[in-house]
């Protein structure tokens, strides 16, 4: 079973946060379990008052509740705070949805009404919180340009192939994708487990001791950008952006290397050639200043030898120095503050060539697009598309 936290629910109070009608709504179902554990739910459409006590009971030792339930309140769990309630809000009106929830309703029954009337939204939204937090990508361009992009309707043979892979890797079949799109750029979430997780636990009931066996939940992300033709990839272990990168584009472009790992996203020289000029953002929407805060630069060859500078103001330094980064050193990494007209505190940016970047906010990256490409850190693309003739010709 999944990684779940139901403890919340194991304290009556907690479970009166959902509507008597709504919770009733979720137990139906499982209405032969509680039966079965001398718990009477009445029938559909009761009202009656619930045995909360005993109910709680039931969720403080989770191991043996169906595991559809089990998922459904750890979601509603998950997203059924003032910040998840904010999430829906706003996952609404960006798809110009509008539904109705009750008035008297607690986040946690906004994200029950939300997960019984359509589940596949409150899938879409429970994804998108869950990658919030994400802003380290992998980066790979495609071969050629695509200017209509149309995701198969069907993710089945996707998750498929995902799940061979979590199979193989002791993580079971437990991959499911979802996607949105929005100006050009298609959000695929990707859920799955992590290898199985055995604690120690002492049983509520009892207090005996015993142990708890569960898979971790994950969420991963990858981003299509139809404008630039390129893939953004997070994946928790070191084996998933080469899984994402192959899987994609063999299933939305039906070519597994539609999206080669030799094209490069990103270049520092910028850092060489022009030194702090590099840094300028005048005329870039949302940027006050950029300044370079940390540096890594390395002697290619033999006698390979790695130097780093970390300072409020690393060319201020070598300023001061009368240093400037020469052209025979190769720049492995750049770490930049970025100063945006909407914020008070800076944020950082992180680039390590070609195909990596780590950013503040994980809008950032929106902002930051204008100022890479102008600024010569994002390579020229070299994509490739069908001429007259059929074959492909340089974009």
């Not at 009556?12 to 179902?29: M, N």
């Not at 953002?281 to 950029?290: D, K, Y």
Request: aromatic share 10%.
């Amino acid at each position: 079973m999944k990684t779940v936290n139901l403890r919340r629910f194991s304290d009556p109070d907690a479970l009166k946060e959902l509507a008597p009608p709504r919770l009733h709504e979720l137990l139906v179902p499982h209405r032969g379990f509680f039966e079965g554990k001398g718990l009477n739910i009445g029938p559909l459409g009761s009202c009656a008052e619930f045995d909360y006590p005993a109910l709680a009971t039931l969720f403080a030792s989770p191991d043996d509740i169906p595991p559809e339930l089990v998922e459904k309140f750890d979601m509603i769990r998950q997203l059924g705070s003032p910040n998840g309630l904010d999430h829906i809000v706003e996952g609404l009106r960006a798809r110009s949805i509008v539904i109705a929830f009750d008035p008297d309703s607690s986040p946690a029954d906004v994200a029950a009404q939300l997960l019984l009337r359509d589940r596949r939204l409150f899938n879409e939204l429970h994804a998108e919180q869950a990658v919030s937090r994400f802003r380290s990508f992998t980066y790979f361009v495609s071969r050629q340009r695509v200017r209509r992009v149309q995701p198969p309707e069907d993710l089945s043979p996707l998750e498929a192939e995902l799940n061979d892979f979590y199979e193989q890797h002791h993580r079971g079949r437990t991959a499911r994708v979802f996607y949105r799109e929005k100006d050009g750029h298609f959000w695929y979430y990707i859920r799955h487990a992590e290898p199985m997780k055995r604690e120690g636990s002492v049983e509520l009931r009892g207090n005996a001791s015993g142990c708890t066996i569960y898979r971790p939940e994950r969420h991963d992300l990858v981003i299509y950008d139809s404008v630039r033709c390129e893939l953004a990839v997070h994946g928790d272990s070191r084996y998933e952006p080469e899984l994402f990168r192959r899987a994609f584009g063999r299933h939305l472009f039906n070519d597994a290397d539609f999206f080669p790992t030799t094209t490069k996203k990103y270049t520092l020289e910028p850092l060489k050639t022009a030194q702090r000029a590099a840094l300028v953002s005048a005329g870039i929407p949302g940027i006050e200043a950029i300044t370079l805060v940390e540096v890594e630069l390395a002697t290619p060859g033999a006698l390979w030898v790695r130097e780093r500078y970390q300072a409020q103001d690393v060319f201020g330094v070598f300023e001061r120095r009368g240093y400037s980064i020469p052209m025979t050193l190769e720049v492995r990494k750049a770490k930049f503050l970025v100063h945006f007209t909407d914020s008070k505190r800076p944020r950082t940016l992180t680039i390590s060539p070609s195909n990596h970047a780590q950013f503040g906010r994980d809008d950032d990256a929106v902002v930051l697009a204008p100022w890479l490409q102008r600024q010569g850190f994002v390579h020229p693309a070299e994509h490739s598309e069908p001429n007259s003739n059929g074959t492909l010709e340089s974009a």
